[in-house]
């Protein structure tokens, strides 16, 4: 069989191979390479010709996680070995008979363990939960299994999504898979709170997973893994079924090896959904017809941002020439910055205009985002208490008071505590003016500091809006992603050395994007040649241009030196 391995594909695969290519397994190869090193859409092409089955892709995802997961520890539990290979037998004889699903029919996805499930628990990683079970299927997971998908298993995370780093899980810390070396001995952080679904794609245990992302937490992660993750407009995807941490700010997300392969899984999950109340009708999201027209090759007549002001790190000279000057502080590292103007450059010789813009307000971002988040959290697990919903403790006989705090006590773990309590105080009534609302209000800046930077009009603002456009605005925006490589798992444990709110700066780049609702992609760019792990850029798009936003990515995929 003749197969060819197109540059973006190969440079995806290096995401997954490099630290694991050394461990071979019997598993299949096709034109030299494994199963669990491809994208969907290479075995997708594969199954169709006959080259290879759903249960050989199951057979060899399930093998790696044999393999490694007692090491990386990316999964909670994993479906049932019998059930599994029925689905991927009924894969395989839809896609004989001429019948196939879709693109994900016969594909071994992840879940992310705050997805209701109803076959496998549902836990958000959290002794409180320990024992439940859904009697539904997030909305979300409904869709997978209806187009076709497989289930493996539910991945770790931080307890509840409160966590950048997946260490705050009661199943555990993740490690990230990247060089599967430092595993046992410098072990780094898979960043979180979808920690386990970024380190179960990037280290071949599954094709595809889905996270949750509140600030960052699909983003983080794919950066410090080196794999795609990709967070769409809030609203587009149902949040039906998925356990909420905060409200307004709780995003489906996708993590995946390719950006191809994210659209994939997005077109299939961006389905208006009535049982949501924040599930945004698909018209609102129909491209505005006077739009300036995608290439389909290059980046003619798109125009990217720069952010004068980086999310209160850095602060870019104007200037004529691609290589900007920049200013920054320690905490953003040199190679990061590098490899940002590198991309800039790229773009630009893909045929992009390179336009400096001014957020203002996004330097407000993190203080704003962990006022209100923490305060919704607060509200929303105060469910939790034993009576009505929770596991209880059982060393308690006395009063419901007392009941209700030893439950939680012994229920949550110490960085839910500490962000209840913070919550708790925004909410009370000294604090409510002073921080809740005037959060609320920098939230609002955030997302007029947007809308005046992206020639597309934001749909959500009326139909009296839709001709207010920025013309000299910008289709998307580049920036960071973290503002270092994943850190050593014993760094961010130091309790001596490190103050536990330190760990907050991590979502500083991703949480501006959160708060105003917008799209925002991660692609793995390059390789950090101080520790040789992965570094991830940003891209963001106006409210509803997801497409225009994937192109952008496809194409800077397509730049990414991770290879060299």
Partial sequence: MNYSISARTAYAVSCVSRGFQTYSTSTKTVGGRRIWQMS?????????????????????????????????????????????????????????????????????????????????????????????QSPFNATVVELLINSGAIILGKTNMDEFGMGSETIHSHFGKTRNPY????????????????????????????????????????????????????????????????????????????????????????NVLSIYDEKDTTSIPSEIFQQDSSHIPICADNLTNIRVGVPETNFSLLVFEKSCKIDWQSYFVSELDTTIVTLWNKAIDYLNRRGATIIPVSCPSTQYAL?????????????????????????????????????????????????????????????????YLNCFLQAQKVRQLIQTDFDAVFTKANPLN???????????????LITP????????????????????????????????????????????????PKDGYPVGLQLLAQYGDEQRLLHVASILEEGSDINT
């Fill in 40 to 132: 969907i859409t290479e075995v997708n092409n594969l199954m169709e010709s006959g080259g290879i089955t759903p249960l050989e892709l199951v057979q060899a995802c399930t093998e790696r996680i044999k393999l490694y997961d007692d090491h990386v520890n990316a999964f909670v539990e994993i479906s049932e070995k019998d059930k599994v290979r029925k689905l991927a037998e009924q894969s395989g004889k839809r896609i004989r008979d001429g019948n196939k699903k879709g693109p994900l029919d016969g594909i071994p996805i992840a879940i992310k363990d705050n997805f209701c499930t109803s076959e496998l628990k549902t836990t958000c990683a959290s002794a409180m939960l320990k024992d439940f």
């Fill in 179 to 266: 060089h599967i070396q430092d595993l046992k001995d410098g072990a780094r952080i898979a960043g979180g709170s979808s920690g386990g679904s970024a380190a179960s794609v990037a280290s071949g245990m599954c094709f595809a997973a889905l996270g949750s992302d509140t600030g960052g937490s699909v983003r983080l992660p794919a950066s410090y893994c080196g794999v795609v993750g990709f967070k769409p407009s809030y609203g587009r995807c149902s949040r039906w079924g998925l356990v909420a941490y905060a409200n307004s700010l709780d995003t489906v997300g996708i993590l995946a090896r390719t950006v191809e392969d994210a659209r994939l899984v997005y």
């Fill in 367 to 431: 203080p704003a985002y962990y006022i209100l988040a923490p305060a919704e959290a607060s509200s929303n697990l105060a469910r939790y208490d034993g009576i009505r919903y929770g596991s209880r403790c059982d060393n308690v006989t006395e009063t419901d008071e007392t009941l209700y705090v030893a439950t939680r006590d012994e229920g949550f773990g110490e960085e839910v505590k500490r962000r209840i309590i913070l919550g708790t105080y925004t909410l009370t009534e000294g604090s």
């Fill in 462 to 476: 009326g139909l009296h809006h839709t001709d207010k456009k920025a013309p000299d605005g910008v289709d998307v």
């Fill in 481 to 528: 992603v973290t503002i270092s490589t994943a850190p050593k798992i014993t760094e961010v444990t130091n309790t001596e050395g490190r103050n536990a709110v330190e760990a907050y700066v991590n979502d500083v780049m991703t949480i501006p994007a959160s708060l105003a609702g917008i799209p925002a992609i991660s692609i793995p760019f390059g390789i950090s």
